[in-house]
């Protein structure tokens, strides 16, 4: 992992060998970077998919990867009317399985 000064104090994460140069991987700034290997720095703490429950590190969306790519997709799925049958039909199927 390779990242500036700025962005090791923002995330909390160690310092490792300073002074090579390169492209910060999280804002991609070109400054003095540090070298930090991936299994130094420790994982953000996983919060709960705000829609399936499931453990997620992604904490801009709290999706997890499966609900966002569900989620970030249903919109225009929908727009299609071939989809929204399908949703239909899988409503009722679960309609007949959950008696919601
Ligand atoms: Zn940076
Ligand atoms: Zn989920």
Known sequence: MFYCDECR???GWPEGLRGSRGRCEVC???AV??????????????VPCKTCGEPTTMMGTKLCDGCWEVESRLEKYLESEKGREHVVRRLKECDAVFKW
Do not use: E
């Open 9 to 11: 104090k923002k995330k």
């Open 28 to 30: 991609g700034d070109g």
């Open 33 to 46: 970077c540090h070298d930090v290997p991936s299994h130094a720095i420790p994982l953000p703490k996983p």
